[in-house]
């Protein structure tokens, strides 16, 4: 009650010192202000009269106000600066002005009665400056007093707005705790069963909306660990804004998901200041990181990047904790399945993964590639005259001349293609990440030129491979993965016309 009286008291001041603030301004320009009033004031005494320097017949001075005004509404040091402009311009400019032009002999005699004119009023002036002056110096501290003052009770009214905001926020929380907690309990627990009958990636979107639902957490992430790269790669997110640009791969060293990763540890942001490595390598994307534990590996790591301040506890932290270790076993039959059924799947032959898996991945790379405003293009091979080959060779003996050609197609691309079977025997296909339109068109010129100046020998016997390709790249009228294919699998159908 005592600050909320002192706010008001204060603000009613500053009406006031509003007022006076506008008169304050910098010193050269009230210097040069009173410059030319003063020179306009003397150019008016020699026209009108300058046989009477500083107007002493009139009964007021307009010199001597003049410096009175400057001294109540600047400070006394401008009031005497004003009066000592004054002096110069009645004893010096017309006294000169009278000797060269009208040639009147100008003595000491004539300073003397100047002098002894100026003597009063200008002794009443001095006076008047100084305790002007002082009074307007006085009034000008208490304002400036008065806005500390202010600045001061004002910033912690706006402390205290806080705290009080924060302890609502707090308070509300801990309420739907423990209003809900037998609720959530039941809920979670229906939610960890439901993982049980849903595929790997089904299951991290499970995964991601329990947490983000439990955490409130605003700005989420999970991501899976590729140990060939020795990096971690986006696998879903929640919240993220497409304008931003953001990193879909993060490296295992110098990081705090990979420190999380590396030592299968939890991490909150409060660890920053306890510890100097976690401190170099926080990028500020952080707040709570845990790892995704399946079955005994650590597979990723999930994190949180942005969460309500009233979120930010240790309930939080432990429930999160509870959801990785309850969803674990889940994740491991889940991963255990997906891998078992690509690899019945696979093709024993050219040990490509069939079209589903293909299309898996084609989803997950584009995901990611339109997080990073990449490009990302997909080329499908057919070979035309696969009944005429499949006399001369027999299906696996096509499946390995595939073989032959994704081993070139690799030389081309630097490693970078891997190839799956896509929905005929006589089709296969592959992504090129980092490649856009144009060049995708570039490097199927490439592989025609390639295979048709190549030899191909299949068992002692020549044959030639009559291929056609599709291909489309990412784009803003192509976003999906089955707007891309379409947009394939229509060119391979033109070719064939």
Known sequence: MKINNKFLLAKSCRFIYSKIEMKRKKP????GELS?????????????DFNDPGFFKLSFNPYLILALIAAVMYGKYYGFFALSVSLILITIPIPAYRYFIYHYHITLSYWLRLGHKLVVPGSLTLIGIFVFGLIRDSLIQDLDRTKNILQTITKEKGILSMEVKALKDVNSELEQRVYSQEDSTIMLYSKIQELNSLNFQKSLELLLNITQTYTGATICSIWEHNQELKRLELRLNYGWDMEMD???RIPVEDSIEGWVLRNNMMFSVKMVMQYDNLAKMDTGRNILTVPITVGHKVWGV???????FEKYNLFTEKYLLMIMALVSPALEKAMEYEAFSIQENVNMVT???PFSHFYIILEQELSRVKLEKGTLSVIIIELVNYDTLLHELSKDGIFSLFVLLSERIKELSDNKAMFFHYKNDNQISFILPNLDYDGCSLFCLNILEMINQREWEMDKKKVLPEIVIGYTSLSEDKQSAEDLLSIAENLLEMQKV
């Open 28 to 31: 050269l320009v009230i210097l």
């Open 36 to 48: 030319v009033f003063l020179v306009i004031l003397g150019l008016i005494n020699f026209i009108l």
């Open 246 to 248: 953001r990193s879909t």
């Open 302 to 308: 999930f994190n949180i990047a942005d969460i309500p």
């Open 351 to 353: 040990g490509f993964p």
